[in-house]
């Protein structure tokens, strides 16, 4: 497992004709990518989603079963600490050094 524990601004994305499938966000948002250790069905899917979600400012999670990686969209990058809190919380482990 690669550690990843990356953050990057994240430019808004439009189209600017007919509806777009491209998910829209804000400028300024920011996209977080960490990779969690120990998921193995949907309900530690939901568990890591749901307590990452509480974090303040975090307005989208999506959790990729199978690679472990998550990425967190939010209006400013939460602490790697609070991440790391709330995967603890729901009972998974973040992968990569302290
Ligand atoms: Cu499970």
């Known amino acids: ?3 990843v524990a990356e953050t990057r601004s ?5 189209k600017t004709a007919g509806r777009s499938r491209v ?3 804000d ?3 920011s996209l977080s990518v960490i990779t969690v250790t120990g998921m ?8 890591v989603r ?13 959790v990729d079963l199978a690679s472990g990686e998550v990425k967190i969209v939010a ?7 609070a991440l790391r809190a709330a995967v603890e919380e ?3 482990q973040l992968a990569g050094p302290s």
């Open 40 to 47: 193995s069905c949907e309900h530690c899917q939901k568990a």
């Open 10 to 14: 994240f430019p808004g994305r439009t």
């Open 23 to 25: 998910r829209r966000y």
């Open 27 to 29: 400028s300024g948002m």
């Open 50 to 62: 749901a307590e990452i979600s509480a974090i303040p400012g975090v307005s989208q999670v999506d």
């Open 90 to 92: 729901a009972g998974y």
């Open 75 to 81: 209006e400013s990058a939460p602490e790697m600490a």
């Open 1 to 3: 497992m690669t550690s």
